[in-house]
């Protein structure tokens, strides 16, 4: 019964996990670009998320506000960042990325300080009985259906239609999908927009599961983030998803299994390191 | 006076640290996200060695032979994962070294170890030292720089591949880099633990980690010169900047963007492209 869960706990952790690690996918996979900043939008969705709320009274409305204004901020983010360093050793890139991430990091303490922001009246903190003495909350349901939701629509898009058959082209030879008439410029920023827009979810989700936006609820995520970017093989959407949930799960058990020897975020990077070691390609990636 | 021997000693273990790290980065190309894990391990073992009652002097090669025996394992490492892959593993060797420390009770958990005994050489003897020591490693590293050793570092950053074709052993270098200058790490955070006399894990963290790299990046990624120097002001800008002490961070992190973003080669690439524009107006 505990196994069960600890399980479903680490799926609920494993699709927040899911939805900001995607677009870092996204971006490694198309600039091979180390994106830490990634998790500066999470946040900035986050606060977008209880701002609106507690402004009109509507969650859903506030998921759309944020996944739109974080996605055009993560364009923007593109222009004014990466654009200029794309020619460059990647590391600079990196660097660079981490640079802006601290300095929003202080940007969300100074604007809103240092305690964070709460929702004025929390919504979906109720909770219902999934199965015999197993209680969910609205809001972890609510992660799991809108992960699922918004990862069909990606998949949707990317396999079914013109711009993302173009887009998935551009992924695996951007010389090649230029050739053919794709502008690789246009890629590049719906790329962004969507991988933004997506953390912009997951960080308006835990906003709601922890009633709280701060301005260091990025740090952790962030290299998380890239734990799992890395473990799904750099660049592999399926690979991303695998380690998302096998994260979350492993996280789960190892909190109570191992907790007395490591913290939780070690053992996040202990699996990591464990798994790259065993194949230094990822679970999913192509051995190079 | 007591308060320019705290921040000449500051300088000095800040350089030591940075310049350990341009030994991996810098020399041999090898990016590192977790190097405050080996400044930790050195400090830790020193403050335990200290409180222990071990003489100071003694703790020093304690601490560059633990810190060191961690790098041999991160090297091991970097020969199987490259590139982002281990800019990524050694983030999560720091990661789990905080983990680790904080969940060790005889480690001090969060709390840290507090109390660590003085050295018993004064503050201006353990200034001396530390400068000293600092200074002894500017020199190595330069000269390792004009040896055979420091050219094949040179070609194993510049394309490993290539150097493997050369019939270069390149994992003995990697492993040799990654000895020296996690050792180097080691014996800064011995003297860390000893100048502070308190440590806890947070002094240990990513942004500890990044603060050095920074260091490193702004000096100019392998100019040992610049890299000094660097080390040196950033080291006790904050100090200076006591003002502005909420604003700190964020002037820090805008830094490293800007630098990033405007002049990836640092100030030493800054003064290598001014003098060469001056060189080439003057004929």
Same mark, same amino acid.
């Given at each position: 019964?505990?196994?069960?869960?600890?399980?479903?706990?680490?799926?609920?952790?494993?699709? *927040?996990?899911?939805?900001?690690?995607?677009?870092?996918?996204?971006?490694?996979?198309?600039?091979?670009?180390?994106?830490?900043?990634?998790?500066?939008?999470?946040?900035?969705?986050?606060?977008?998320?209880?701002?609106?709320?507690?402004?009109?009274?509507?969650?859903?409305?506030?998921?759309?506000?944020?996944?739109?204004?974080?996605?055009?901020?993560?364009?923007?983010?593109?222009?004014?960042?990466?654009?200029?360093?794309?020619?460059?050793?990647?590391?600079?890139?990196? *660097?660079?990325?981490?640079?802006?991430?601290?300095?929003?990091?202080?940007?969300?303490?100074?604007?809103?300080?240092?305690?964070?922001?709460?929702?004025?009246?929390?919504?979906?903190?109720?909770?219902?009985?999934?199965?015999?003495?197993?209680?969910?909350?609205?809001?972890?349901?609510?992660? *799991?259906?809108?992960?699922?939701?918004?990862?069909?629509?990606?998949?949707?898009?990317?396999?079914?239609?013109?711009?993302?058959?173009?887009?998935?082209?551009?992924?695996?030879?951007?010389?090649?999908?230029?050739?053919?008439?794709?502008?690789?410029?246009?890629?590049?920023?719906?790329?962004?927009?969507?991988?933004?827009?997506?953390?912009?979810?997951?960080? !308006?989700? !835990?906003?709601?599961?922890?009633?709280?936006?701060?301005?260091?609820?990025?740090?952790?995520?962030?290299?998380?983030?890239?734990?799992?970017?890395?473990?799904?093989?750099?660049?592999?959407?399926?690979?991303?998803?695998?380690?998302?949930?096998?994260?979350?799960?492993?996280?789960?058990?190892?909190?109570?299994?191992?907790?007395?020897?490591?913290?939780?975020?070690?053992?996040?990077?202990?699996?990591?390191?464990?798994?790259?070691?065993?194949?230094?390609?990822?679970?999913?990636?192509?051995?190079? | 006076?007591?308060? #320019? /021997?705290?921040?000449?000693?500051?300088?000095?273990?800040?350089?030591?640290?940075?310049?350990?790290?341009?030994?991996?980065?810098?020399?041999?190309?090898? /990016?590192? $996200?977790?190097?405050?894990?080996?400044? @930790?391990?050195?400090?830790?073992?020193?403050?335990?060695?200290?409180?222990?009652?071990?003489?100071?002097?003694?703790?020093?090669?304690? &601490?560059?032979?633990?810190?060191?025996?961690?790098?041999?394992?991160?090297?091991?490492?970097?020969?199987?994962?490259?590139?982002?892959?281990?800019? /990524?593993?050694?983030? @999560?060797?720091?990661?789990?070294?905080?983990?680790?420390?904080?969940?060790?009770?005889?480690?001090?958990?969060?709390?840290?170890?507090?109390?660590?005994?003085?050295? +018993?050489?004064?503050?201006? @003897?353990?200034?001396?030292?530390?400068?000293?020591?600092? =200074?002894?490693?500017?020199?190595?590293?330069?000269?390792?720089?004009?040896?055979?050793?420091?050219?094949?570092? #040179?070609?194993?950053?510049?394309? #490993?591949?290539?150097?493997?074709?050369?019939?270069?052993?390149?994992?003995?270098?990697?492993? =040799?880099?990654?000895? /020296? +200058?996690?050792?180097?790490?080691?014996?800064? +955070?011995?003297?860390?633990?000893?100048?502070?006399?308190?440590? @806890?894990?947070?002094?240990?963290?990513?942004? #500890?980690?990044?603060?050095?790299?920074?260091?490193?990046?702004?000096?100019?990624?392998?100019?040992?010169?610049?890299? %000094?120097?660097?080390?040196?002001?950033?080291?006790? $800008?904050?100090?200076?900047?006591?003002?502005?002490?909420?604003?700190?961070?964020?002037?820090?992190? &805008?830094?490293?963007?800007?630098?990033?973003?405007? %002049?990836?080669?640092?100030?030493?690439?800054?003064?290598?492209?001014?003098?060469?524009?001056?060189?080439?107006?003057?004929?």
């Amino acid at each position: 019964m505990l196994y069960l869960e600890l399980f479903i706990q680490g799926i609920v952790q494993g699709s *927040i996990y899911a939805l900001i690690a995607l677009g870092l996918t996204l971006v490694y996979g198309l600039l091979r670009i180390l994106h830490v900043a990634h998790a500066a939008l999470f946040t900035l969705g986050g606060y977008l998320g209880v701002i609106v709320t507690n402004a009109t009274g509507s969650l859903a409305f506030a998921v759309v506000v944020a996944m739109v204004v974080v996605g055009l901020a993560g364009m923007g983010l593109y222009k004014l960042a990466y654009e200029p360093l794309l020619d460059r050793p990647p590391y600079i890139a990196l *660097i660079a990325s981490i640079g802006l991430f601290i300095a929003s990091e202080e940007i969300f303490r100074l604007i809103f300080g240092p305690y964070g922001l709460s929702y004025a009246e929390a919504p979906l903190q109720g909770q219902f009985e999934l199965f015999a003495g197993f209680f969910l909350k609205h809001g972890e349901a609510l992660a *799991i259906v809108l992960s699922v939701v918004l990862l069909s629509g990606l998949a949707w898009l990317s396999t079914r239609t013109r711009t993302g058959i173009a887009w998935r082209a551009t992924v695996s030879d951007p010389e090649m999908a230029e050739a053919f008439g794709v502008d690789i410029q246009k890629v590049r920023y719906l790329n962004f927009f969507i991988g933004s827009a997506l953390a912009a979810a997951a960080g !308006v989700l !835990v906003a709601l599961l922890n009633n709280l936006v701060e301005p260091t609820m990025g740090s952790v995520p962030s290299y998380k983030a890239l734990a799992i970017i890395v473990l799904g093989g750099l660049g592999s959407i399926r690979g991303t998803l695998l380690a998302a949930m096998a994260l979350g799960v492993i996280e789960a058990f190892g909190t109570i299994y191992l907790g007395h020897l490591l913290d939780r975020d070690a053992i996040a990077f202990a699996f990591l390191i464990l798994v790259l070691m065993l194949r230094p390609q990822g679970l999913l990636g192509k051995a190079s | 006076m007591a308060y #320019e /021997i705290t921040l000449l000693t500051t300088m000095a273990i800040s350089v030591l640290f940075a310049l350990s790290l341009n030994f991996i980065t810098g020399f041999c190309g090898q /990016i590192s $996200l977790g190097h405050a894990a080996f400044l @930790g391990t050195g400090a830790y073992t020193g403050a335990m060695l200290a409180k222990a009652g071990v003489p100071f002097l003694l703790t020093l090669p304690a &601490a560059a032979a633990m810190a060191a025996t961690l790098g041999v394992l991160v090297g091991l490492a970097s020969l199987r994962v490259r590139h982002d892959f281990l800019a /990524i593993t050694t983030m @999560g060797v720091g990661f789990l070294f905080l983990g680790l420390v904080r969940q060790q009770d005889f480690l001090g958990g969060e709390l840290g170890i507090a109390g660590i005994p003085a050295t +018993g050489l004064g503050k201006i @003897g353990f200034m001396a030292l530390c400068i000293a020591l600092a =200074a002894a490693f500017v020199a190595f590293s330069l000269y390792v720089r004009r040896t055979w050793m420091g050219y094949v570092f #040179e070609s194993i950053a510049d394309n #490993e591949d290539v150097s493997r074709v050369l019939g270069i052993d390149v994992a003995r270098y990697k492993l =040799a880099a990654f000895i /020296i +200058g996690t050792a180097v790490a080691g014996v800064s +955070g011995a003297l860390y633990a000893h100048h502070f006399r308190f440590i @806890g894990p947070d002094s240990f963290g990513f942004v #500890e980690s990044i603060s050095v790299l920074a260091m490193v990046i702004v000096g100019g990624i392998g100019s040992v010169w610049g890299v %000094a120097a660097a080390a040196a002001v950033l080291s006790v $800008l904050p100090l200076w900047f006591q003002v502005i002490d909420d604003y700190k961070l964020l002037l820090y992190s &805008a830094l490293l963007f800007g630098m990033m973003r405007f %002049a990836p080669d640092g100030v030493a690439g800054l003064l290598r492209n001014l003098l060469r524009r001056r060189k080439a107006v003057t004929p």
